[in-house]
């Protein structure tokens, strides 16, 4: 089997497995639905495997393979092609995607075990992992515009699974609607490149960037800038970002899977992908390197003060894929990368303890009812704690070799970048309060009921479901999550994906440590050879000094925290109330939402209501068809009147128009 | 032969008979009327024909004269329906067929 082969057989599993499950509604008792549905995407990262080691079996210089399966089309000069690009980066893109989505899916095993949407469920699943291995490993632009709203689409319909529910139904329309936005960046990009380079395969388009695009030239900026608005909704920056933390009402496995492996990872990887035009256009790199940075620090500082632990997570990973498109952004492409696939690790952990803790709080998802579960979940704590401290940051976990390599990037490359790099360490510091934050408030403190009940053994139930977001009763017959709550003290496949997860996150990071080790940057290396900004790479002791501040940062991060939230908890009503204006701004997530409504949903909806009012009422119904209605009404009731009834008059007519006719033609022939 | 003798009495059988349909108001006579405007025009065409010489003008008249005797019985038919209804024998008041 070619390496090729094999990466079509990891794209085909997904597929196979969302139509058979789709096919088989209904049919499949129990848990099968869901243990087809890991079993596919777990054989799909087996070829992702051999993939690997295919390509390793190659020299680093022939480590890139296109593979055409059929020609779509040939129309206008752009060459259709269902076309699959196997290279370093893909090979890695795709074993962190199946890999993750591998685990999230053995998770979700248990944890849906009493929705009634289970096989619907497990379809929807199978196809967005395969719409996100599409996506990366697409040959052409066409494949990747697919694959690009393959995985809106089916964001769309995972957010709003739980169809019932109002608020669900919303944030699943806002995503896809944000998304679309992107869409529409990413086919005008391809149009931008396609008018100048006459291809649309990325190897094309890549080799004919160097000679038709001078250096920063205008036509390359703006495509770049547009790939950076496909890249910016796709993986939540700002000012694309509000469709993220709405997405939280989608279940608990989906928002590991949208945050971990398959979707907001997206934009991160379009921008490594498209390196070769980011390089010759720097300043559209600034730009999303400026947007990256300004997303990290605004999603900590909203992270800081929300209530919602899923939505604290889900801020978490706005500022952390800001860290990843900032990366990616400046040059450091290995270092987003590496970062990519951890924060998979840690976040997908993260989002598994929490939909334990969910559960074990029979569904409510507020911190502030929340406390003291250490005893009760001592494995839910562990796994919380391993993929927090991973996030923060602390020496040896995952997530300090990664972030902090990407730090260490901006620092050495001097300038302007430093500031990029100081915002970093700013971030890394609210990183830190705001994980311990969760981790201290949760677990720590006096047992809530919840909590003092699972000691004994009982498992929390709400006597009424109720909608966590509007305190709305819901049915559980259909659409809604199940009666049953599913912790992973009692269920063996949440208990094994998520320990599996705090294995990676703990020891994830040994593929590359500086000095020692850089498995990660030599493998990524045949991909971005082309590149002048992956040659600059900081030297080991620079590398080591960064790692240092970033260690020191989360040390101190986590004691404030510790200082703030266990020791005196005074401490955070009395901030409130000193830094009340801010306390508000950061509450009410900076006024996006708000902005975004004033600008652009509003005077579209004015927009809207105009047409209805004006366009439509008036001249539509008034002027196109009332008048060519009101024109056969009238000559219909001249005709009308003409019909009296009277047979004689009739008579009178037909003879007076036959002796006419008769006349005239007497007349004329004489 | 002169023509214009058979072509007189026969316009004015065929305006007597036009005549008639206008004015009259009982079915039966505007019935008879017709035949009187049908005859008008056989008479027309057999003088043609004795003119010319040819056939086919006395075919016509025998044609016009099978659809005079359908036309007859449906008329027929049509005005003891509507004696048998007990409606009034008057096309003036048979008009509720209007716009």
Known sequence: MSATTSAWLVLLCPLVGSVVIALGFRRFPGRASGWLGTAVITLSFAFAVVTLVKLLGYGPAHRQFVSTLWKYDFTAGVDAKVQILVDPLSVFMILAVSGVSALIHLYSVAYMTSDRGYTRYFSYLNFFVFSMLLLVLAGNFIILIVGWAFVGFASYVLISFWYRRRTATRAGIKAFVINVVGDVGLVLATFVLFQHTHSVDYLKVFHAAHHVFGHNSPALVVACLLLGVAAFAKSAQIPLHTWLPDAMEGPTPVSALIHAATMVTAGVYLIARMHPLFDQAPTAGDVTAIGGCLTLLIAATIALVMVDIKRVIAYSTMSQIGYMIMGVSVGAYSAGMFHLMTHAFFKALLFMAAGSLISAMAGSQSLDRMGGFRKAMPFTFVCFLVGGLALTGLPPFSGWLSKDDILAFLDHRGGGFIALGIAGYVGAFMTALYTFRMIFRAFFGEPVREARSLEEGHLAHADVPTNPATGEEEDTDVGFPGPEHHIAERDMPMKVAMAALAVLALIGGVLQIPGVDRSIERFLEPTFADSVLSREVPSTSTDWVGLAIGAAIAILGIAIAYRIWFAAPDTAPNLRRRFAPIYTLFVNKWYFDELIDLLIVRPTLMLGRLGDSVLERIVVARGVTGGTESAVRAGSAAVRRSQTGFLRYYAAGMVLFLAAVTLYFLVSST | ?99
């Not at chain 2, 349909?21 to 035949?35: F, Q, S």
């Not at chain 2, 019985?73 to 409606?87: E, K, N, Q, S």
């Open chain 2, 1 to 99: 032969m002169w023509i214009g003798g058979y072509l007189v009495v026969s316009a004015l059988i065929f305006s007597i008979g036009a005549a008639g349909v206008l004015v009259r108001r009982n079915p039966l006579v505007i019935l008879l009327c017709l035949e009187l405007m049908l005859n008008g025009a056989n008479l027309a065409l057999v003088a043609f024909a004795r003119m010319w010489g040819g056939a086919s003008g006395q075919i016509f008249a025998l044609i016009v004269m099978v659809v005079a005797a359908c036309e007859v019985t449906v008329g027929l038919g049509l005005i003891v329906a509507i004696h048998r209804r007990r409606l009034p024998i008057d096309v003036d008041e048979l008009r509720e067929l209007q716009g």
